[in-house]
């Protein structure tokens, strides 16, 4: 059974590490801050001008002006700090930034990524998207592994304008977690339920079955 965005979310949280400053984008990403472990200090930056934020509020937290990139009301943890937007890419752009973690449309396996335009479709938008890709050396792409109609996302080249070259290293499925190297995909994880073979079945670019391949823990 594929995973859920909530357990997307779940296993990414398990790459979180003690200090990191980590950026979210839009989507499943978000729902990382809900899982944050309790005995972890994180904080999460959003492009807007925000590092510390919280988890999503209950309807009596909610502040209208409090918003992370995607426009979502969000809280602020203890010792947040806001600021202007350029000061927020200046983070991103110079480094500073941990663990990003990123949707996408599609992923290829040179690590290419396509995460902004689908031509003939209104999409949001670029966002710091680009910025991300480029200063962050440290990123997982989180997506569902196939379109609705079944077309797979791990793909040989990407075929949609492309937000960043080279750049994506780990990719978690709703059925996989996957690293990219020497031009191939890496199954290192399969969810709960799902076969090796349907991941096979899903994923066009070359994939390499790893000897440590375990189940995912969610």
């Known amino acids: 059974m594929a995973l859920t965005r909530e357990q997307m979310a779940k296993r990414v949280a398990q790459e979180l590490q003690d200090g990191y400053y980590v950026n979210l984008g839009i989507g499943i990403p978000t729902l990382v801050a809900n899982y944050i472990p309790e005995n972890m200090e994180v904080m999460l930056q959003s492009e807007n001008g925000l590092l510390g934020m919280g988890q999503f509020p209950t309807e009596d937290e909610i502040d209208a002006d409090l918003i992370n990139a995607g426009k979502q009301t969000v809280t602020m943890a203890t010792g947040a700090s806001v600021f202007s937007s350029a000061e927020s890419f200046a983070m991103i752009r110079g480094g500073h930034v941990d663990l990003t973690v990123l949707g996408a449309f599609e992923v290829d396996v040179n690590g290419n ?3 902004y335009m689908i031509p003939g479709k209104l999409i949001k938008g670029m966002g710091g998207a680009m910025d991300l890709v480029a200063g962050a050396d440290n990123i997982i792409v989180t997506m569902t592994h196939a ?12 075929t949609l304008p492309l937000t960043g070259k080279n750049c994506i290293k780990k990719v978690l499925t709703d059925l996989a977690y996957l690293e990219i190297h020497q031009g191939k995909f890496h199954l290192l994880e399969y969810a709960p339920g799902v076969s090796i073979e349907e991941i096979q079945a899903l994923t066009e670019g070359e994939l390499i079955v790893s000897e440590n391949v375990k189940e995912m823990l969610v």
Request: charged content about 20%; some cysteine; overall charge positive.
């Open 113 to 115: 990524i396509a995460s």
């Open 147 to 158: 379109s609705k109609h079944g077309d797979s996302k791990l793909l040989a080249n990407c």
